[in-house]
């Protein structure tokens, strides 16, 4: 069964910074693109970012990849070991409150299996 359990959510400041996990098991998690995306009250699912996996990494490869809207505040990393993804989040705006999910596979698009989420909420 693939389990993806996310955590890290929170209440913060605009401006302020929050670091996401999502624990992956049920597949081998070093062989498959994983990526980040949210849901904001109302709105559909957006995909935020993109990381390769292990076993398509090399030359011209340019993961990740990120979407316009968090390009230069959010960072995507993966912990093959620890079967972990991450999503650190910076200068963050009221416009980024959502759940955030981490789901299995790649592409630029929200499909995919994914987790319960964690939410998070940027207000003063």
């Known amino acids: 069964e693939i389990k993806l359990v996310e955590s890290g959510g929170a209440l913060v400041q605009p401006g302020g910074s929050l670091n996401l996990s999502c624990v992956a098991s049920?597949?081998?998690?070093?062989?498959?693109?994983m990526k980040w995306v949210r849901q904001a009250p109302g709105q559909d699912l957006e995909w935020l970012s993109t990381?390769?996996?292990?076993?398509?990494?090399?030359?011209?490869?340019?993961?990740?990849y990120y979407a316009d809207s968090v390009k230069g505040r959010f960072t995507v990393s993966r912990d093959n070991d620890k079967r972990t993804l991450y999503l650190y989040m910076s200068n963050l705006k009221t416009e980024d409150t959502a759940i955030y999910y981490c789901?299995?596979?790649?592409?630029?698009?929200?499909?995919?299996?994914r987790g319960q989420g964690t939410q998070v909420t940027v207000s003063s």
């Open positions: 789901v299995k596979g790649g592409g630029f698009d929200a499909s995919g299996s």
């Open positions: 049920g597949f081998p998690f070093y062989y498959y693109a």
């Open positions: 990381i390769n996996s292990a076993q398509n990494s090399g030359i011209g490869n340019r993961s990740p």
